[in-house]
């Protein structure tokens, strides 16, 4: 019997809890995962007061509630998903998530990014932020008011020329290993100048059929495989200069900063985030699990 | 499809509901990553930390002074008498309920609803009480810290004046409301630094003042007395109840240290070490700096004399430049940066015990609200920061000195709130207090004889501060404003409480929290 991937979900009871519930959904329905909706809570400790402020009191309340909104959350993932509830104690909700990671086995961390941003883009919020420099397992990052359609029908992959890109490639190949689902590799160029966009666009083009070789020669999965080279000033430019479906995902690398087997959000995927309109997929920089 | 809802942690069940089966999941921890993580050196840091003691001092020290004179020091020894035996209570009615924490719930469980309700409100009206005290020293403090900084004693003066004064003060609140609203708490390395400074600050000052002593540079030199430690020479049992009172509120907070299980690395010893370390160190700082308050100053009704109606409220502010010269400003620093962060986490408590209030049905079900976001009691916490500053506004208008009013009226809410919870332990153990010696000792001996030693000095100051000449010497018509304080409070939360009861039933009928008492069958 084959192992059944699971997705921790990074829940509150709030609208980036619920985008990233949405997402979550989305891709558990997608691969037939399970879902593991996480509700992280702070130890409220010994307060320094001259109230003698126990938190016993205010944990078990606190915990309560949290069981409500765990409740209410799993009446909102439709019945073809599987998905438990989990209510956690940590110091930091990012180092519960990840603990939560390590002790369910899970495959890969959902997590609501938006917070306060503008125009249903991304701004991250200091959870998603603490995510994406040290979970050991792809994070998924919804947008905010992010809304799934039916079905995820293609994912793009947006890979740089430099080392690594590999890892990404295992990474979704892995994911997408008996699929139907089309797949699309883009570059993104930056220029600023006519005359240096052709060599850069050729180069690029170039790469992609390395890409796709590779692909081909280690993916098993079905749809249409399309490639693209996204050109404008500047990365958030390139980003616009595509197409993107409103059922679709983008994966990205880690930069080469990231620690073996950790994320760690680099400065071009940090900037393809302020333009992307769909869900982004960050993964380790080498797969924790082939 | 299969869909389960696998509670992965234990968290404690509230008394009231059957504790639901621990269905763990995963081999996730329950509660706490960090439970044991702190140490001797931690649980004594953030004892020091409860008490701030820098605060404490500038804003008891002259109240102090007003009622037992020279006899401050014997005083602070035996005021912490009834602190410790009501202390040992808690400690084993925390044992005993750890679900429960606050006086609200625990005086529920032994008494009953009625007496719950008016323990919790107790506890609360002492949290706004001393909340829109710490306040006002934050104010103080500024302002002077601002002067000092500048070299420009003028803006010391704006801190007198009552608008400047109430909005600032709406400035802190809001600050620190915010900040618990948010559930951030100070890293333990901010504790750690503030505890340090607070204590290196106040040896200097004393050892400064001890030093002009020597020189004879000191303001009304008043030569040492073995005396001053003999609490029984006090004027009279009046001024010796004020001044018990008094003392409560200066270790108000040090009981925080004996109940610290959980997060103690070792729990059968290291609470009772730290708060035994937590309060000697507050004892030899407090009769160090008393004695050297007494020494430098005198008892005088001088410009700097302890005898000073003007600067009982705020003694520090009035002598760290005299004593210190040109480094007092280390001290605004200290008493700012103890009273600020004392005035952030006061907030805790008071939102937490309203939220239990709110989830039992003994408030009105809005203060039971938790943050989705931040995971902190919202609306208790907005209104404990809403109600602390409208007491501010208003005792600084009623009040000619509001510092020393609020601090006499505290005294009286931390005696009949300790004194509620020291008789719910008594009355809770009843059935198991002759079962063992240790048992008898600190179920029944203990607590009886802190609450009884509370209650009479509830009933004394309460009956003595109907003197107009009481406290601040505030009045309105001819009864003194610490008792009508004192009086409106109460009647204000037995009004609050009737119309609970007329709206909402369930609570006052046992209803959402049973009465019991240990050894029940549940």
């Not at chain 2, 020091?48 to 006899?71: D, F, M």
């Not at chain 2, 520090?316 to 008493?335: C, E, K, N, R, T």
């Amino acid at each position: 019997m084959t192992r059944v991937p699971n997705y921790v979900v990074a829940y509150e009871a709030t609208p980036q809890g619920r985008d990233a519930l949405e997402l979550g959904t989305a891709m558990a329905r997608l691969t037939r995962a399970e879902l593991r909706i996480c509700l992280v809570l702070q130890r409220a400790g010994g307060v320094p007061a001259k109230i003698y402020a126990t938190s016993s009191d205010f944990e078990a309340l606190l915990a309560k509630q949290a069981e409500q909104w765990l409740a209410d959350a799993l009446a909102l993932v439709p019945t073809d998903v599987t998905a438990t509830t989990h209510l956690l104690w940590a110091d930091s909700t990012s180092e519960g998530l990840i603990q939560a990671v390590a002790d369910l086995e899970s495959d890969r961390l959902v997590v609501g990014a938006a917070r306060g941003g503008i125009l249903n883009r991304f701004t991250i919020g200091s959870v998603a932020n603490a995510l994406l420099h040290a979970s050991p397992v792809p994070v998924a990052l919804a947008p905010r008011g992010y809304k799934a359609g039916v079905q995820l029908t293609r994912i793009t992959c947006a890979l740089g020329t430099r080392t690594g890109w590999e890892a990404l490639l295992d990474s979704l190949a892995a994911f997408t290993e008996g699929l139907t689902i089309d797949l699309r590799f883009v570059t993104l160029v930056e220029v600023d100048a006519a005359h240096e966009k052709h060599s850069a666009v050729a180069d690029s083009a170039a790469h992609l059929d390395t890409v796709l070789t590779y692909h081909q020669r280690h993916a098993r999965g079905g749809g249409v495989i399309t490639t693209e080279v996204g050109t404008g000033t500047g990365v958030e430019a390139a980003v616009e200069a595509l197409d993107w479906r409103p059922d679709e995902i983008a994966f990205v690398g880690s930069s080469r900063l990231a620690a073996p087997n950790r994320i760690f959000l680099g400065v071009t995927a940090h900037r393809m985030l302020h333009a992307l309109p769909v869900p982004l997929v960050v993964v380790p920089a080498t797969p924790a699990r082939s | 499809m299969a869909r389960s809802s696998v509670p992965a942690s234990s968290a404690p069940t509230p008394p009231s509901t059957p504790p639901e089966p621990a269905t763990g999941a995963g081999g996730l921890s329950a509660k706490g990553l960090s439970a044991g993580s702190v140490g001797l050196l931690g649980v004594t840091v953030i004892g020091i930390s409860c008490i701030a003691p820098a605060y404490t001092l500038t804003a008891s020290l002259g109240p102090t002074v007003a009622a037992v004179g020279t006899q401050m020091p014997g005083i602070f020894v035996v005021g912490f008498l009834p602190m410790l035996l009501v202390a040992l209570g808690y400690r084993e009615l925390n044992n005993a309920m750890p679900d429960a924490g606050t006086s609200f719930t625990w005086a529920s469980r032994a008494f009953g609803p009625w007496l719950g309700w008016m323990g919790g409100w107790g506890l609360i009206v002492a949290t706004v009480v001393v909340l829109s005290n710490l306040a006002g020293v934050a104010v103080d403090f500024l302002y002077l810290m601002l002067a000092q900084l500048f070299g420009n004693p003028g803006l010391a003066d704006l801190a007198g004046n009552v608008w400047i004064n109430i909005l600032t003060c709406l400035v802190f609140i809001a600050a620190a409301c915010y900040i618990s609203y948010r559930g951030m708490e100070a890293t333990k390395m901010v504790q750690y630094v503030l505890v340090a400074f607070q204590l290196v600050v106040l040896l200097w000052f004393s050892i400064a003042a001890l030093m002009h002593v020597v020189n004879g540079t000191a303001f009304d030199a008043l030569g040492f007395s073995v005396d001053w430690f003999n609490p029984f020479l006090a004027p009279s049992f009046s001024a010796f109840a004020a001044g018990v009172s008094l003392s409560i509120f200066i270790y108000w907070g040090w009981d925080v240290t004996l109940t610290m299980n959980e997060e103690t690395k070792n729990p059968q010893t290291t609470p009772g070490r730290a708060a035994t370390l937590t309060v000697a160190i507050i004892f030899a700082l407090y009769i160090l700096v008393s004695v050297s308050v007494l020494m430098f100053s005198g008892v005088g009704t001088g410009e700097l004399g302890m005898g000073n109606e003007d600067i009982q409220g705020n003694v520090f502010a009035a002598l760290a430049g005299p004593v210190m010269g040109p480094f007092a400003i280390l001290m605004s620093l200290a008493v700012l940066s103890s009273s600020a962060a004392s005035l952030q986490s006061t907030f805790v408590g008071p939102a937490r015990t309203m939220l239990a209030m709110g989830h039992y049905r003994a408030f009105p079900a809005r203060f039971a609200a938790i943050s989705p976001r931040f995971k902190s009691p919202g609306f208790a916490t907005i209104i404990a920061g809403v109600v602390a500053w409208g007491f501010y506004a208003v005792m600084r208008v009623l009040s000619t000195d509001v510092l020393t009013d609020t601090i006499l009226t505290l005294g009286i809410m931390i005696c009949f709130y300790y004194g509620v919870t020291a008789f719910a332990c008594v009355w809770f153990f009843r059935r198991e207090v002759f079962t063992s010696v240790r048992a008898f000792l600190l179920k029944l001996l203990a607590p009886l004889l802190g609450g009884a030693i509370l209650a009479v000095i509830f009933v004394t100051t309460l009956i003595d501060s109907t003197d107009p000449a009481y406290g601040s010497g505030s009045e309105i018509g001819g009864i003194g404003l610490v008792f009508i304080l004192a009086v409106v409070l109460f009647v204000a939360g037995i009004v609050l409480m009737l119309i609970m009861r007329a709206v909402d039933p369930a609570f006052f009928r046992g209803n959402t929290l049973t009465k019991g008492a240990s050894r029940d069958k549940r």
